[in-house]
């Protein structure tokens, strides 16, 4: 029961995508004392985020409905929602389709503006649209400042700022990077629209971004070649069914080196496919336990990880949905795209358009085409070729390593040494309850990160499966946890240390 005239807890949250929005949903759900939400989005649309924001219904969501929900504890949410909503008749009852991202950005909103509706008078949501670029922290809480002017006073501030676009490739000659015909955001859907169909398209990575990438060009009617290239030419996976199986693995003794992790994997994967399954549902039957493996493996195994498996995992884990694996094949039987292996190294305008020089070497080449007016070199047994675009995308993943994405925010965060980047460069540095470790490593009790910007202690925080639960706990934690308030805090920055259950990678 609230107490009568308390002050109300003020927690500001940046950024209102999936992870922002379910952390409001949920704060708005469990806190029994007065608090004020606060939550800033910088696009018109709350609630929607970089993945549900997408104008195209040929992007599907990646996992399947019955996997969806925004609650832990009620797994079947989406799936109601779903049916209520399917006006057509289109959605299986089964929950094993895969549908659209916009649908799931409609969900998304509506779960929050029921649980608005829903909450008791003491819990107050305030939803701001503005771009967030500085932060202050002092003894009566965080003072947020936003492009236009204002200011938002907190107790709290939980950063759900999502992702950031790629970061531009090393190589690019000056200009390159300012260039119109290069597109440094591939999720700037305005610019992609407005690429001549007849244009040759280069596009830097083979993975998820690439294949949105190439389904909006085939869908807006582009006629010109695709090339994509990445360092090993990797496409993710399709998903197959998959069916219950018990991984191997025991709780109690985590490996501790990667190549133990893989053997165990292996070893899973044969005794599926004795039982006459496919290596899905042994790779699937690991997930509730890749945040414990990746907090057992020592620094340098995580190190590993990220320089060897990081690619071979990302296509085995996130896997697309059947149609988009058949559309995706389709166009590099009928020679629409070329899907080539080889390391990006050098980009250079043109008068019409940009040429990419890309080096392959031997063990790069198998499945490799090339036309033979593209080959500038043969280098020993590997080939040097370039590619002349009319543009160039940059799908090459999220940009995770913060001491080099130029945001206001996160520049506001960083020089004034109230944050820091992970050791790995996967984010920020933060605790496993969220808090973000400051330059000296202390762990904040104002400051919080949500969502994949807060994965170096799990490895996995990317996909709703594993952000749902995060939220929920999160939102526990915001709601009832000692925060420094206003009349008990002692001027200078609150701080502890990070102590037992809090993770510091590196
Ligand atoms: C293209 C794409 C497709 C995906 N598809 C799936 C899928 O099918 N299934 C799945 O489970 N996962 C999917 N994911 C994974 C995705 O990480 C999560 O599902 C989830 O959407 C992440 O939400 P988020 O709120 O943390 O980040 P985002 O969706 O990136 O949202 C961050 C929000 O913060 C806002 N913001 C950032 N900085 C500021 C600022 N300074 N001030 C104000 N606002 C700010 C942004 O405008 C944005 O709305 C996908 C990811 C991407 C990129």
Redesign the pocket.
Known sequence: MPIPHMPARRIAI????????MLAAHLLRCADTPTSITL????PTPG???????PSSA?????RAYN?SAFPDDPKHFLRWLWAHDEDSTVPPSGHAFVS?AV?GAYVRDVLAQAEAAAPPHVTLRILQ????RVAEGGDGVRLR?SNGMAVAADALAL????FPPAPPAVAAEGVADSPRFIGDP?DHAAVAAIDPEATVLVLGTG??MV?TVLTLENQGHRGRIVAVSRRGLLPHRHEETRPFKSFLCPDVMPRTVLDVLIALKADVRRAAAEGLDWRSAFDALRPYHHRIWQFLPPEERRRFLRHARPFWEIHRHRVAPEVAWRIDAARRKGRLEVRAGRLRALDLTDDGIEALVEAPPSRLRGLTVAPEEIVAVQGRGLAWRVRAGAVINAAG?ACDYSRVR?P?VRSLLDQGLARPDALRLGLDVTEDGAVIDARGSASERLFA????AKAPFWEM????E?RSQCARAAQRLAQAPLPTRSLTAPGRPRRSPGAGSARVG
Do not use: K, Q
């Open positions: 940046v950024g209102a995508g999936f992870t922002g929005s800033i989005e910088r696009a929607v985020g970089l993945a549900y924001s997408t992007h599907l969501l990646n996992v969806m991202r799931y503005g771009e967030a670029v936003l759900c700022v999502g992702h999720w998820l971004t949105d999220p945001h925010l949500f969502g994949p910007v990317t996909a709703v499966p952000l």
